[in-house]
């Protein structure tokens, strides 16, 4: 093997569970974790959370756009206006029947006013299903520009509508008429015809897609996805309101870059330093994504974690890909890529690649696009989150 390359010799990998330094950080770590649990410690409660009653009756749920808290059930309603490329008022006549109620109403939008906008018109609307069922979760991409955040999130989204979440979860979009536009414009010229995902727009911190997510029989959890530009984060101040509704961060460690910096990602410092001002860091849990790791494919234990199953909820199998990525990151001196799990709350690691190879012309992969591993961040995170509660989802993280 390589060492120039940054290849551990003997590096600990799949069922190989030889001693190394990494093992006693994330070791001890991971006993802490079961010992906070075993003394009733700040654990994810044994129930899903509930949105917060209002005093007057009513349902509160926090905007995960701008962060003011909304009463769910005295909102006016709105519906997507295709012709008009606009919102429009929702009126459901009197006389519908309730299951013709039930069917406008799936689709409808509730309104939320820009109350920091300079214009004093700027809203932005929430689908009606976000605040009717269990406390959604909300969760954001973070990296540089570049770093794969965009394409790592399409995949997502691109597996999630192929193969769906696996294990007796169930999802669904909500938004459906984004959800359709998100499919028709990026999934499926991604998937099927291995297009380049456009840019995020930068300056924006973007809603990309709700589900609504199932453990079985279970309650509905609203699941928010959001990409945030890289960069000037903070300039931005919807970065900053992100990150107060934010519960949950996709890391995003671009393959590419390892060894080139030894200070890591900027925007990975930016985010934790502005969570630490907010005192919010030690509620957040965060799946740290080794991503373009088809770059890597010649690297163990990269390449073998690679092959391995996606859209896998086993606790053992996590806590050994973790440790796997920590040692290549310290082998490859880029430890300062793992911050994000010194600071958060819970954390797990993960290979990656959303594309499967590299070789771009005219705007497309070229030996088309084969997304690995890209959901069991996405899952963990839910785990994390107490999205999933089942016995092995509650042993995800270190
Ligand atoms: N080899 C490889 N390249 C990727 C992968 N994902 C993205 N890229 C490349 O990295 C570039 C930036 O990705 P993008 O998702 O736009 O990054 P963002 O700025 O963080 O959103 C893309 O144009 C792709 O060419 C991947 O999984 N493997
Ligand atoms: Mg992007
Ligand atoms: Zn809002």
């Known amino acids: 093997m390589d060492a120039a390359r940054g290849v551990i010799p003997g590096c600990p990998s799949g069922g190989d569970l030889r001693p190394h330094p990494a ?32 005093p007057a009756g009513g349902k509160l749920v926090p905007c995960p756009i701008c962060a003011s808290t909304l009463n769910w059930e005295e909102q006016d309603l709105y519906r997507y206006d295709r012709v008009k490329g606009n919102y429009v008022p929702l009126t459901i006549p009197p006389t519908a029947s309730p ?23 700027a809203a932005h609307y929430l689908p009606l299903a976000y605040g009717q069922h269990g406390t959604p979760s909300v969760y954001g991409f973070v990296g540089a520009t570049n770093s794969g955040k965009t394409h790592l999130l399409i995949a997502m989204i691109a597996q999630m509508e192929k ?10 979009a909500i938004n459906l008429v984004g959800h359709q536009s998100l499919i028709d414009e990026q999934v499926s010229p991604f ?14 911190i973007g809603l990309v897609d709700i589900f609504v997510v199932r453990e079985g029989a279970g309650q509905a959890r609203p699941v928010a996805l959001f990409d945030v530009a890289g960069g000037d984060l903070l300039e931005i101040e ?30 990975f410092g930016t985010v934790l330093e502005l969570l ?43 806590l050994r890909e973790s440790t796997d990525v920590y040692a290549y990151l310290q082998a490859r001196h880029a430890l300062a890529w793992s911050r994000p799990y010194r600071e958060c709350r819970k954390a797990t690691f993960h290979v990656a690649s959303a594309t499967g190879s590299d070789l771009v012309v005219d705007k497309t992969f070229v030996r088309g696009v084969r997304p690995r591993r890209v959901l069991n961040p996405l899952i963990s995170l839910m785990a994390m989150t107490g999205v999933l ?6 042993k995800i993280g270190i």
Not at 163 to 172: A, M, P, T
Not at 191 to 204: A, F, I, K, M, W
Not at 240 to 258: K, P, Q, S, T, Y
Not at 389 to 394: G, K, Q
Request: charged share 25%; hydrophobic share 35%.
């Open 163 to 172: 193969h769906g979440l696996g294990f007796g979860l169930s999802h669904q």
């Open 99 to 121: 299951t013709q109620q039930a069917v406008v109403r799936r689709t409808a939008f509730v309104r939320c006013t820009d109350q920091d906008s300079a214009d004093p018109g």
């Open 23 to 54: 093992y006693d950080a994330v070791a001890s770590r991971l006993a802490a974790t079961y010992s906070r649990k075993a003394t009733g410690g700040p654990m994810p409660p044994s129930d899903p959370p509930q949105p917060a009653p209002h």
């Open 276 to 318: 630490q001002a907010s005192g919010r860091l030690p509620e957040l849990s965060t799946a740290i994504v080794l991503s373009k790791a088809d770059l890597l494919r010649f690297d163990d234990p990269i390449a073998l974690w690679l092959r391995q199953e996606d859209r896998v909820l086993d606790a053992e199998s996590s």
């Open 238 to 267: 919807s970065a900053r309101r992100f990150l107060d509704v934010a519960d949950g961060l996709i890391f995003v460690v671009n393959a590419a870059e390892l060894g080139r910096d030894e200070l890591g990602d900027r925007t």
């Open 389 to 394: 509660t089942s016995p092995e989802a509650r």
């Open 191 to 204: 998937l099927n015809d291995s297009r380049v995902v456009e840019h995020t727009r930068p300056g924006t």
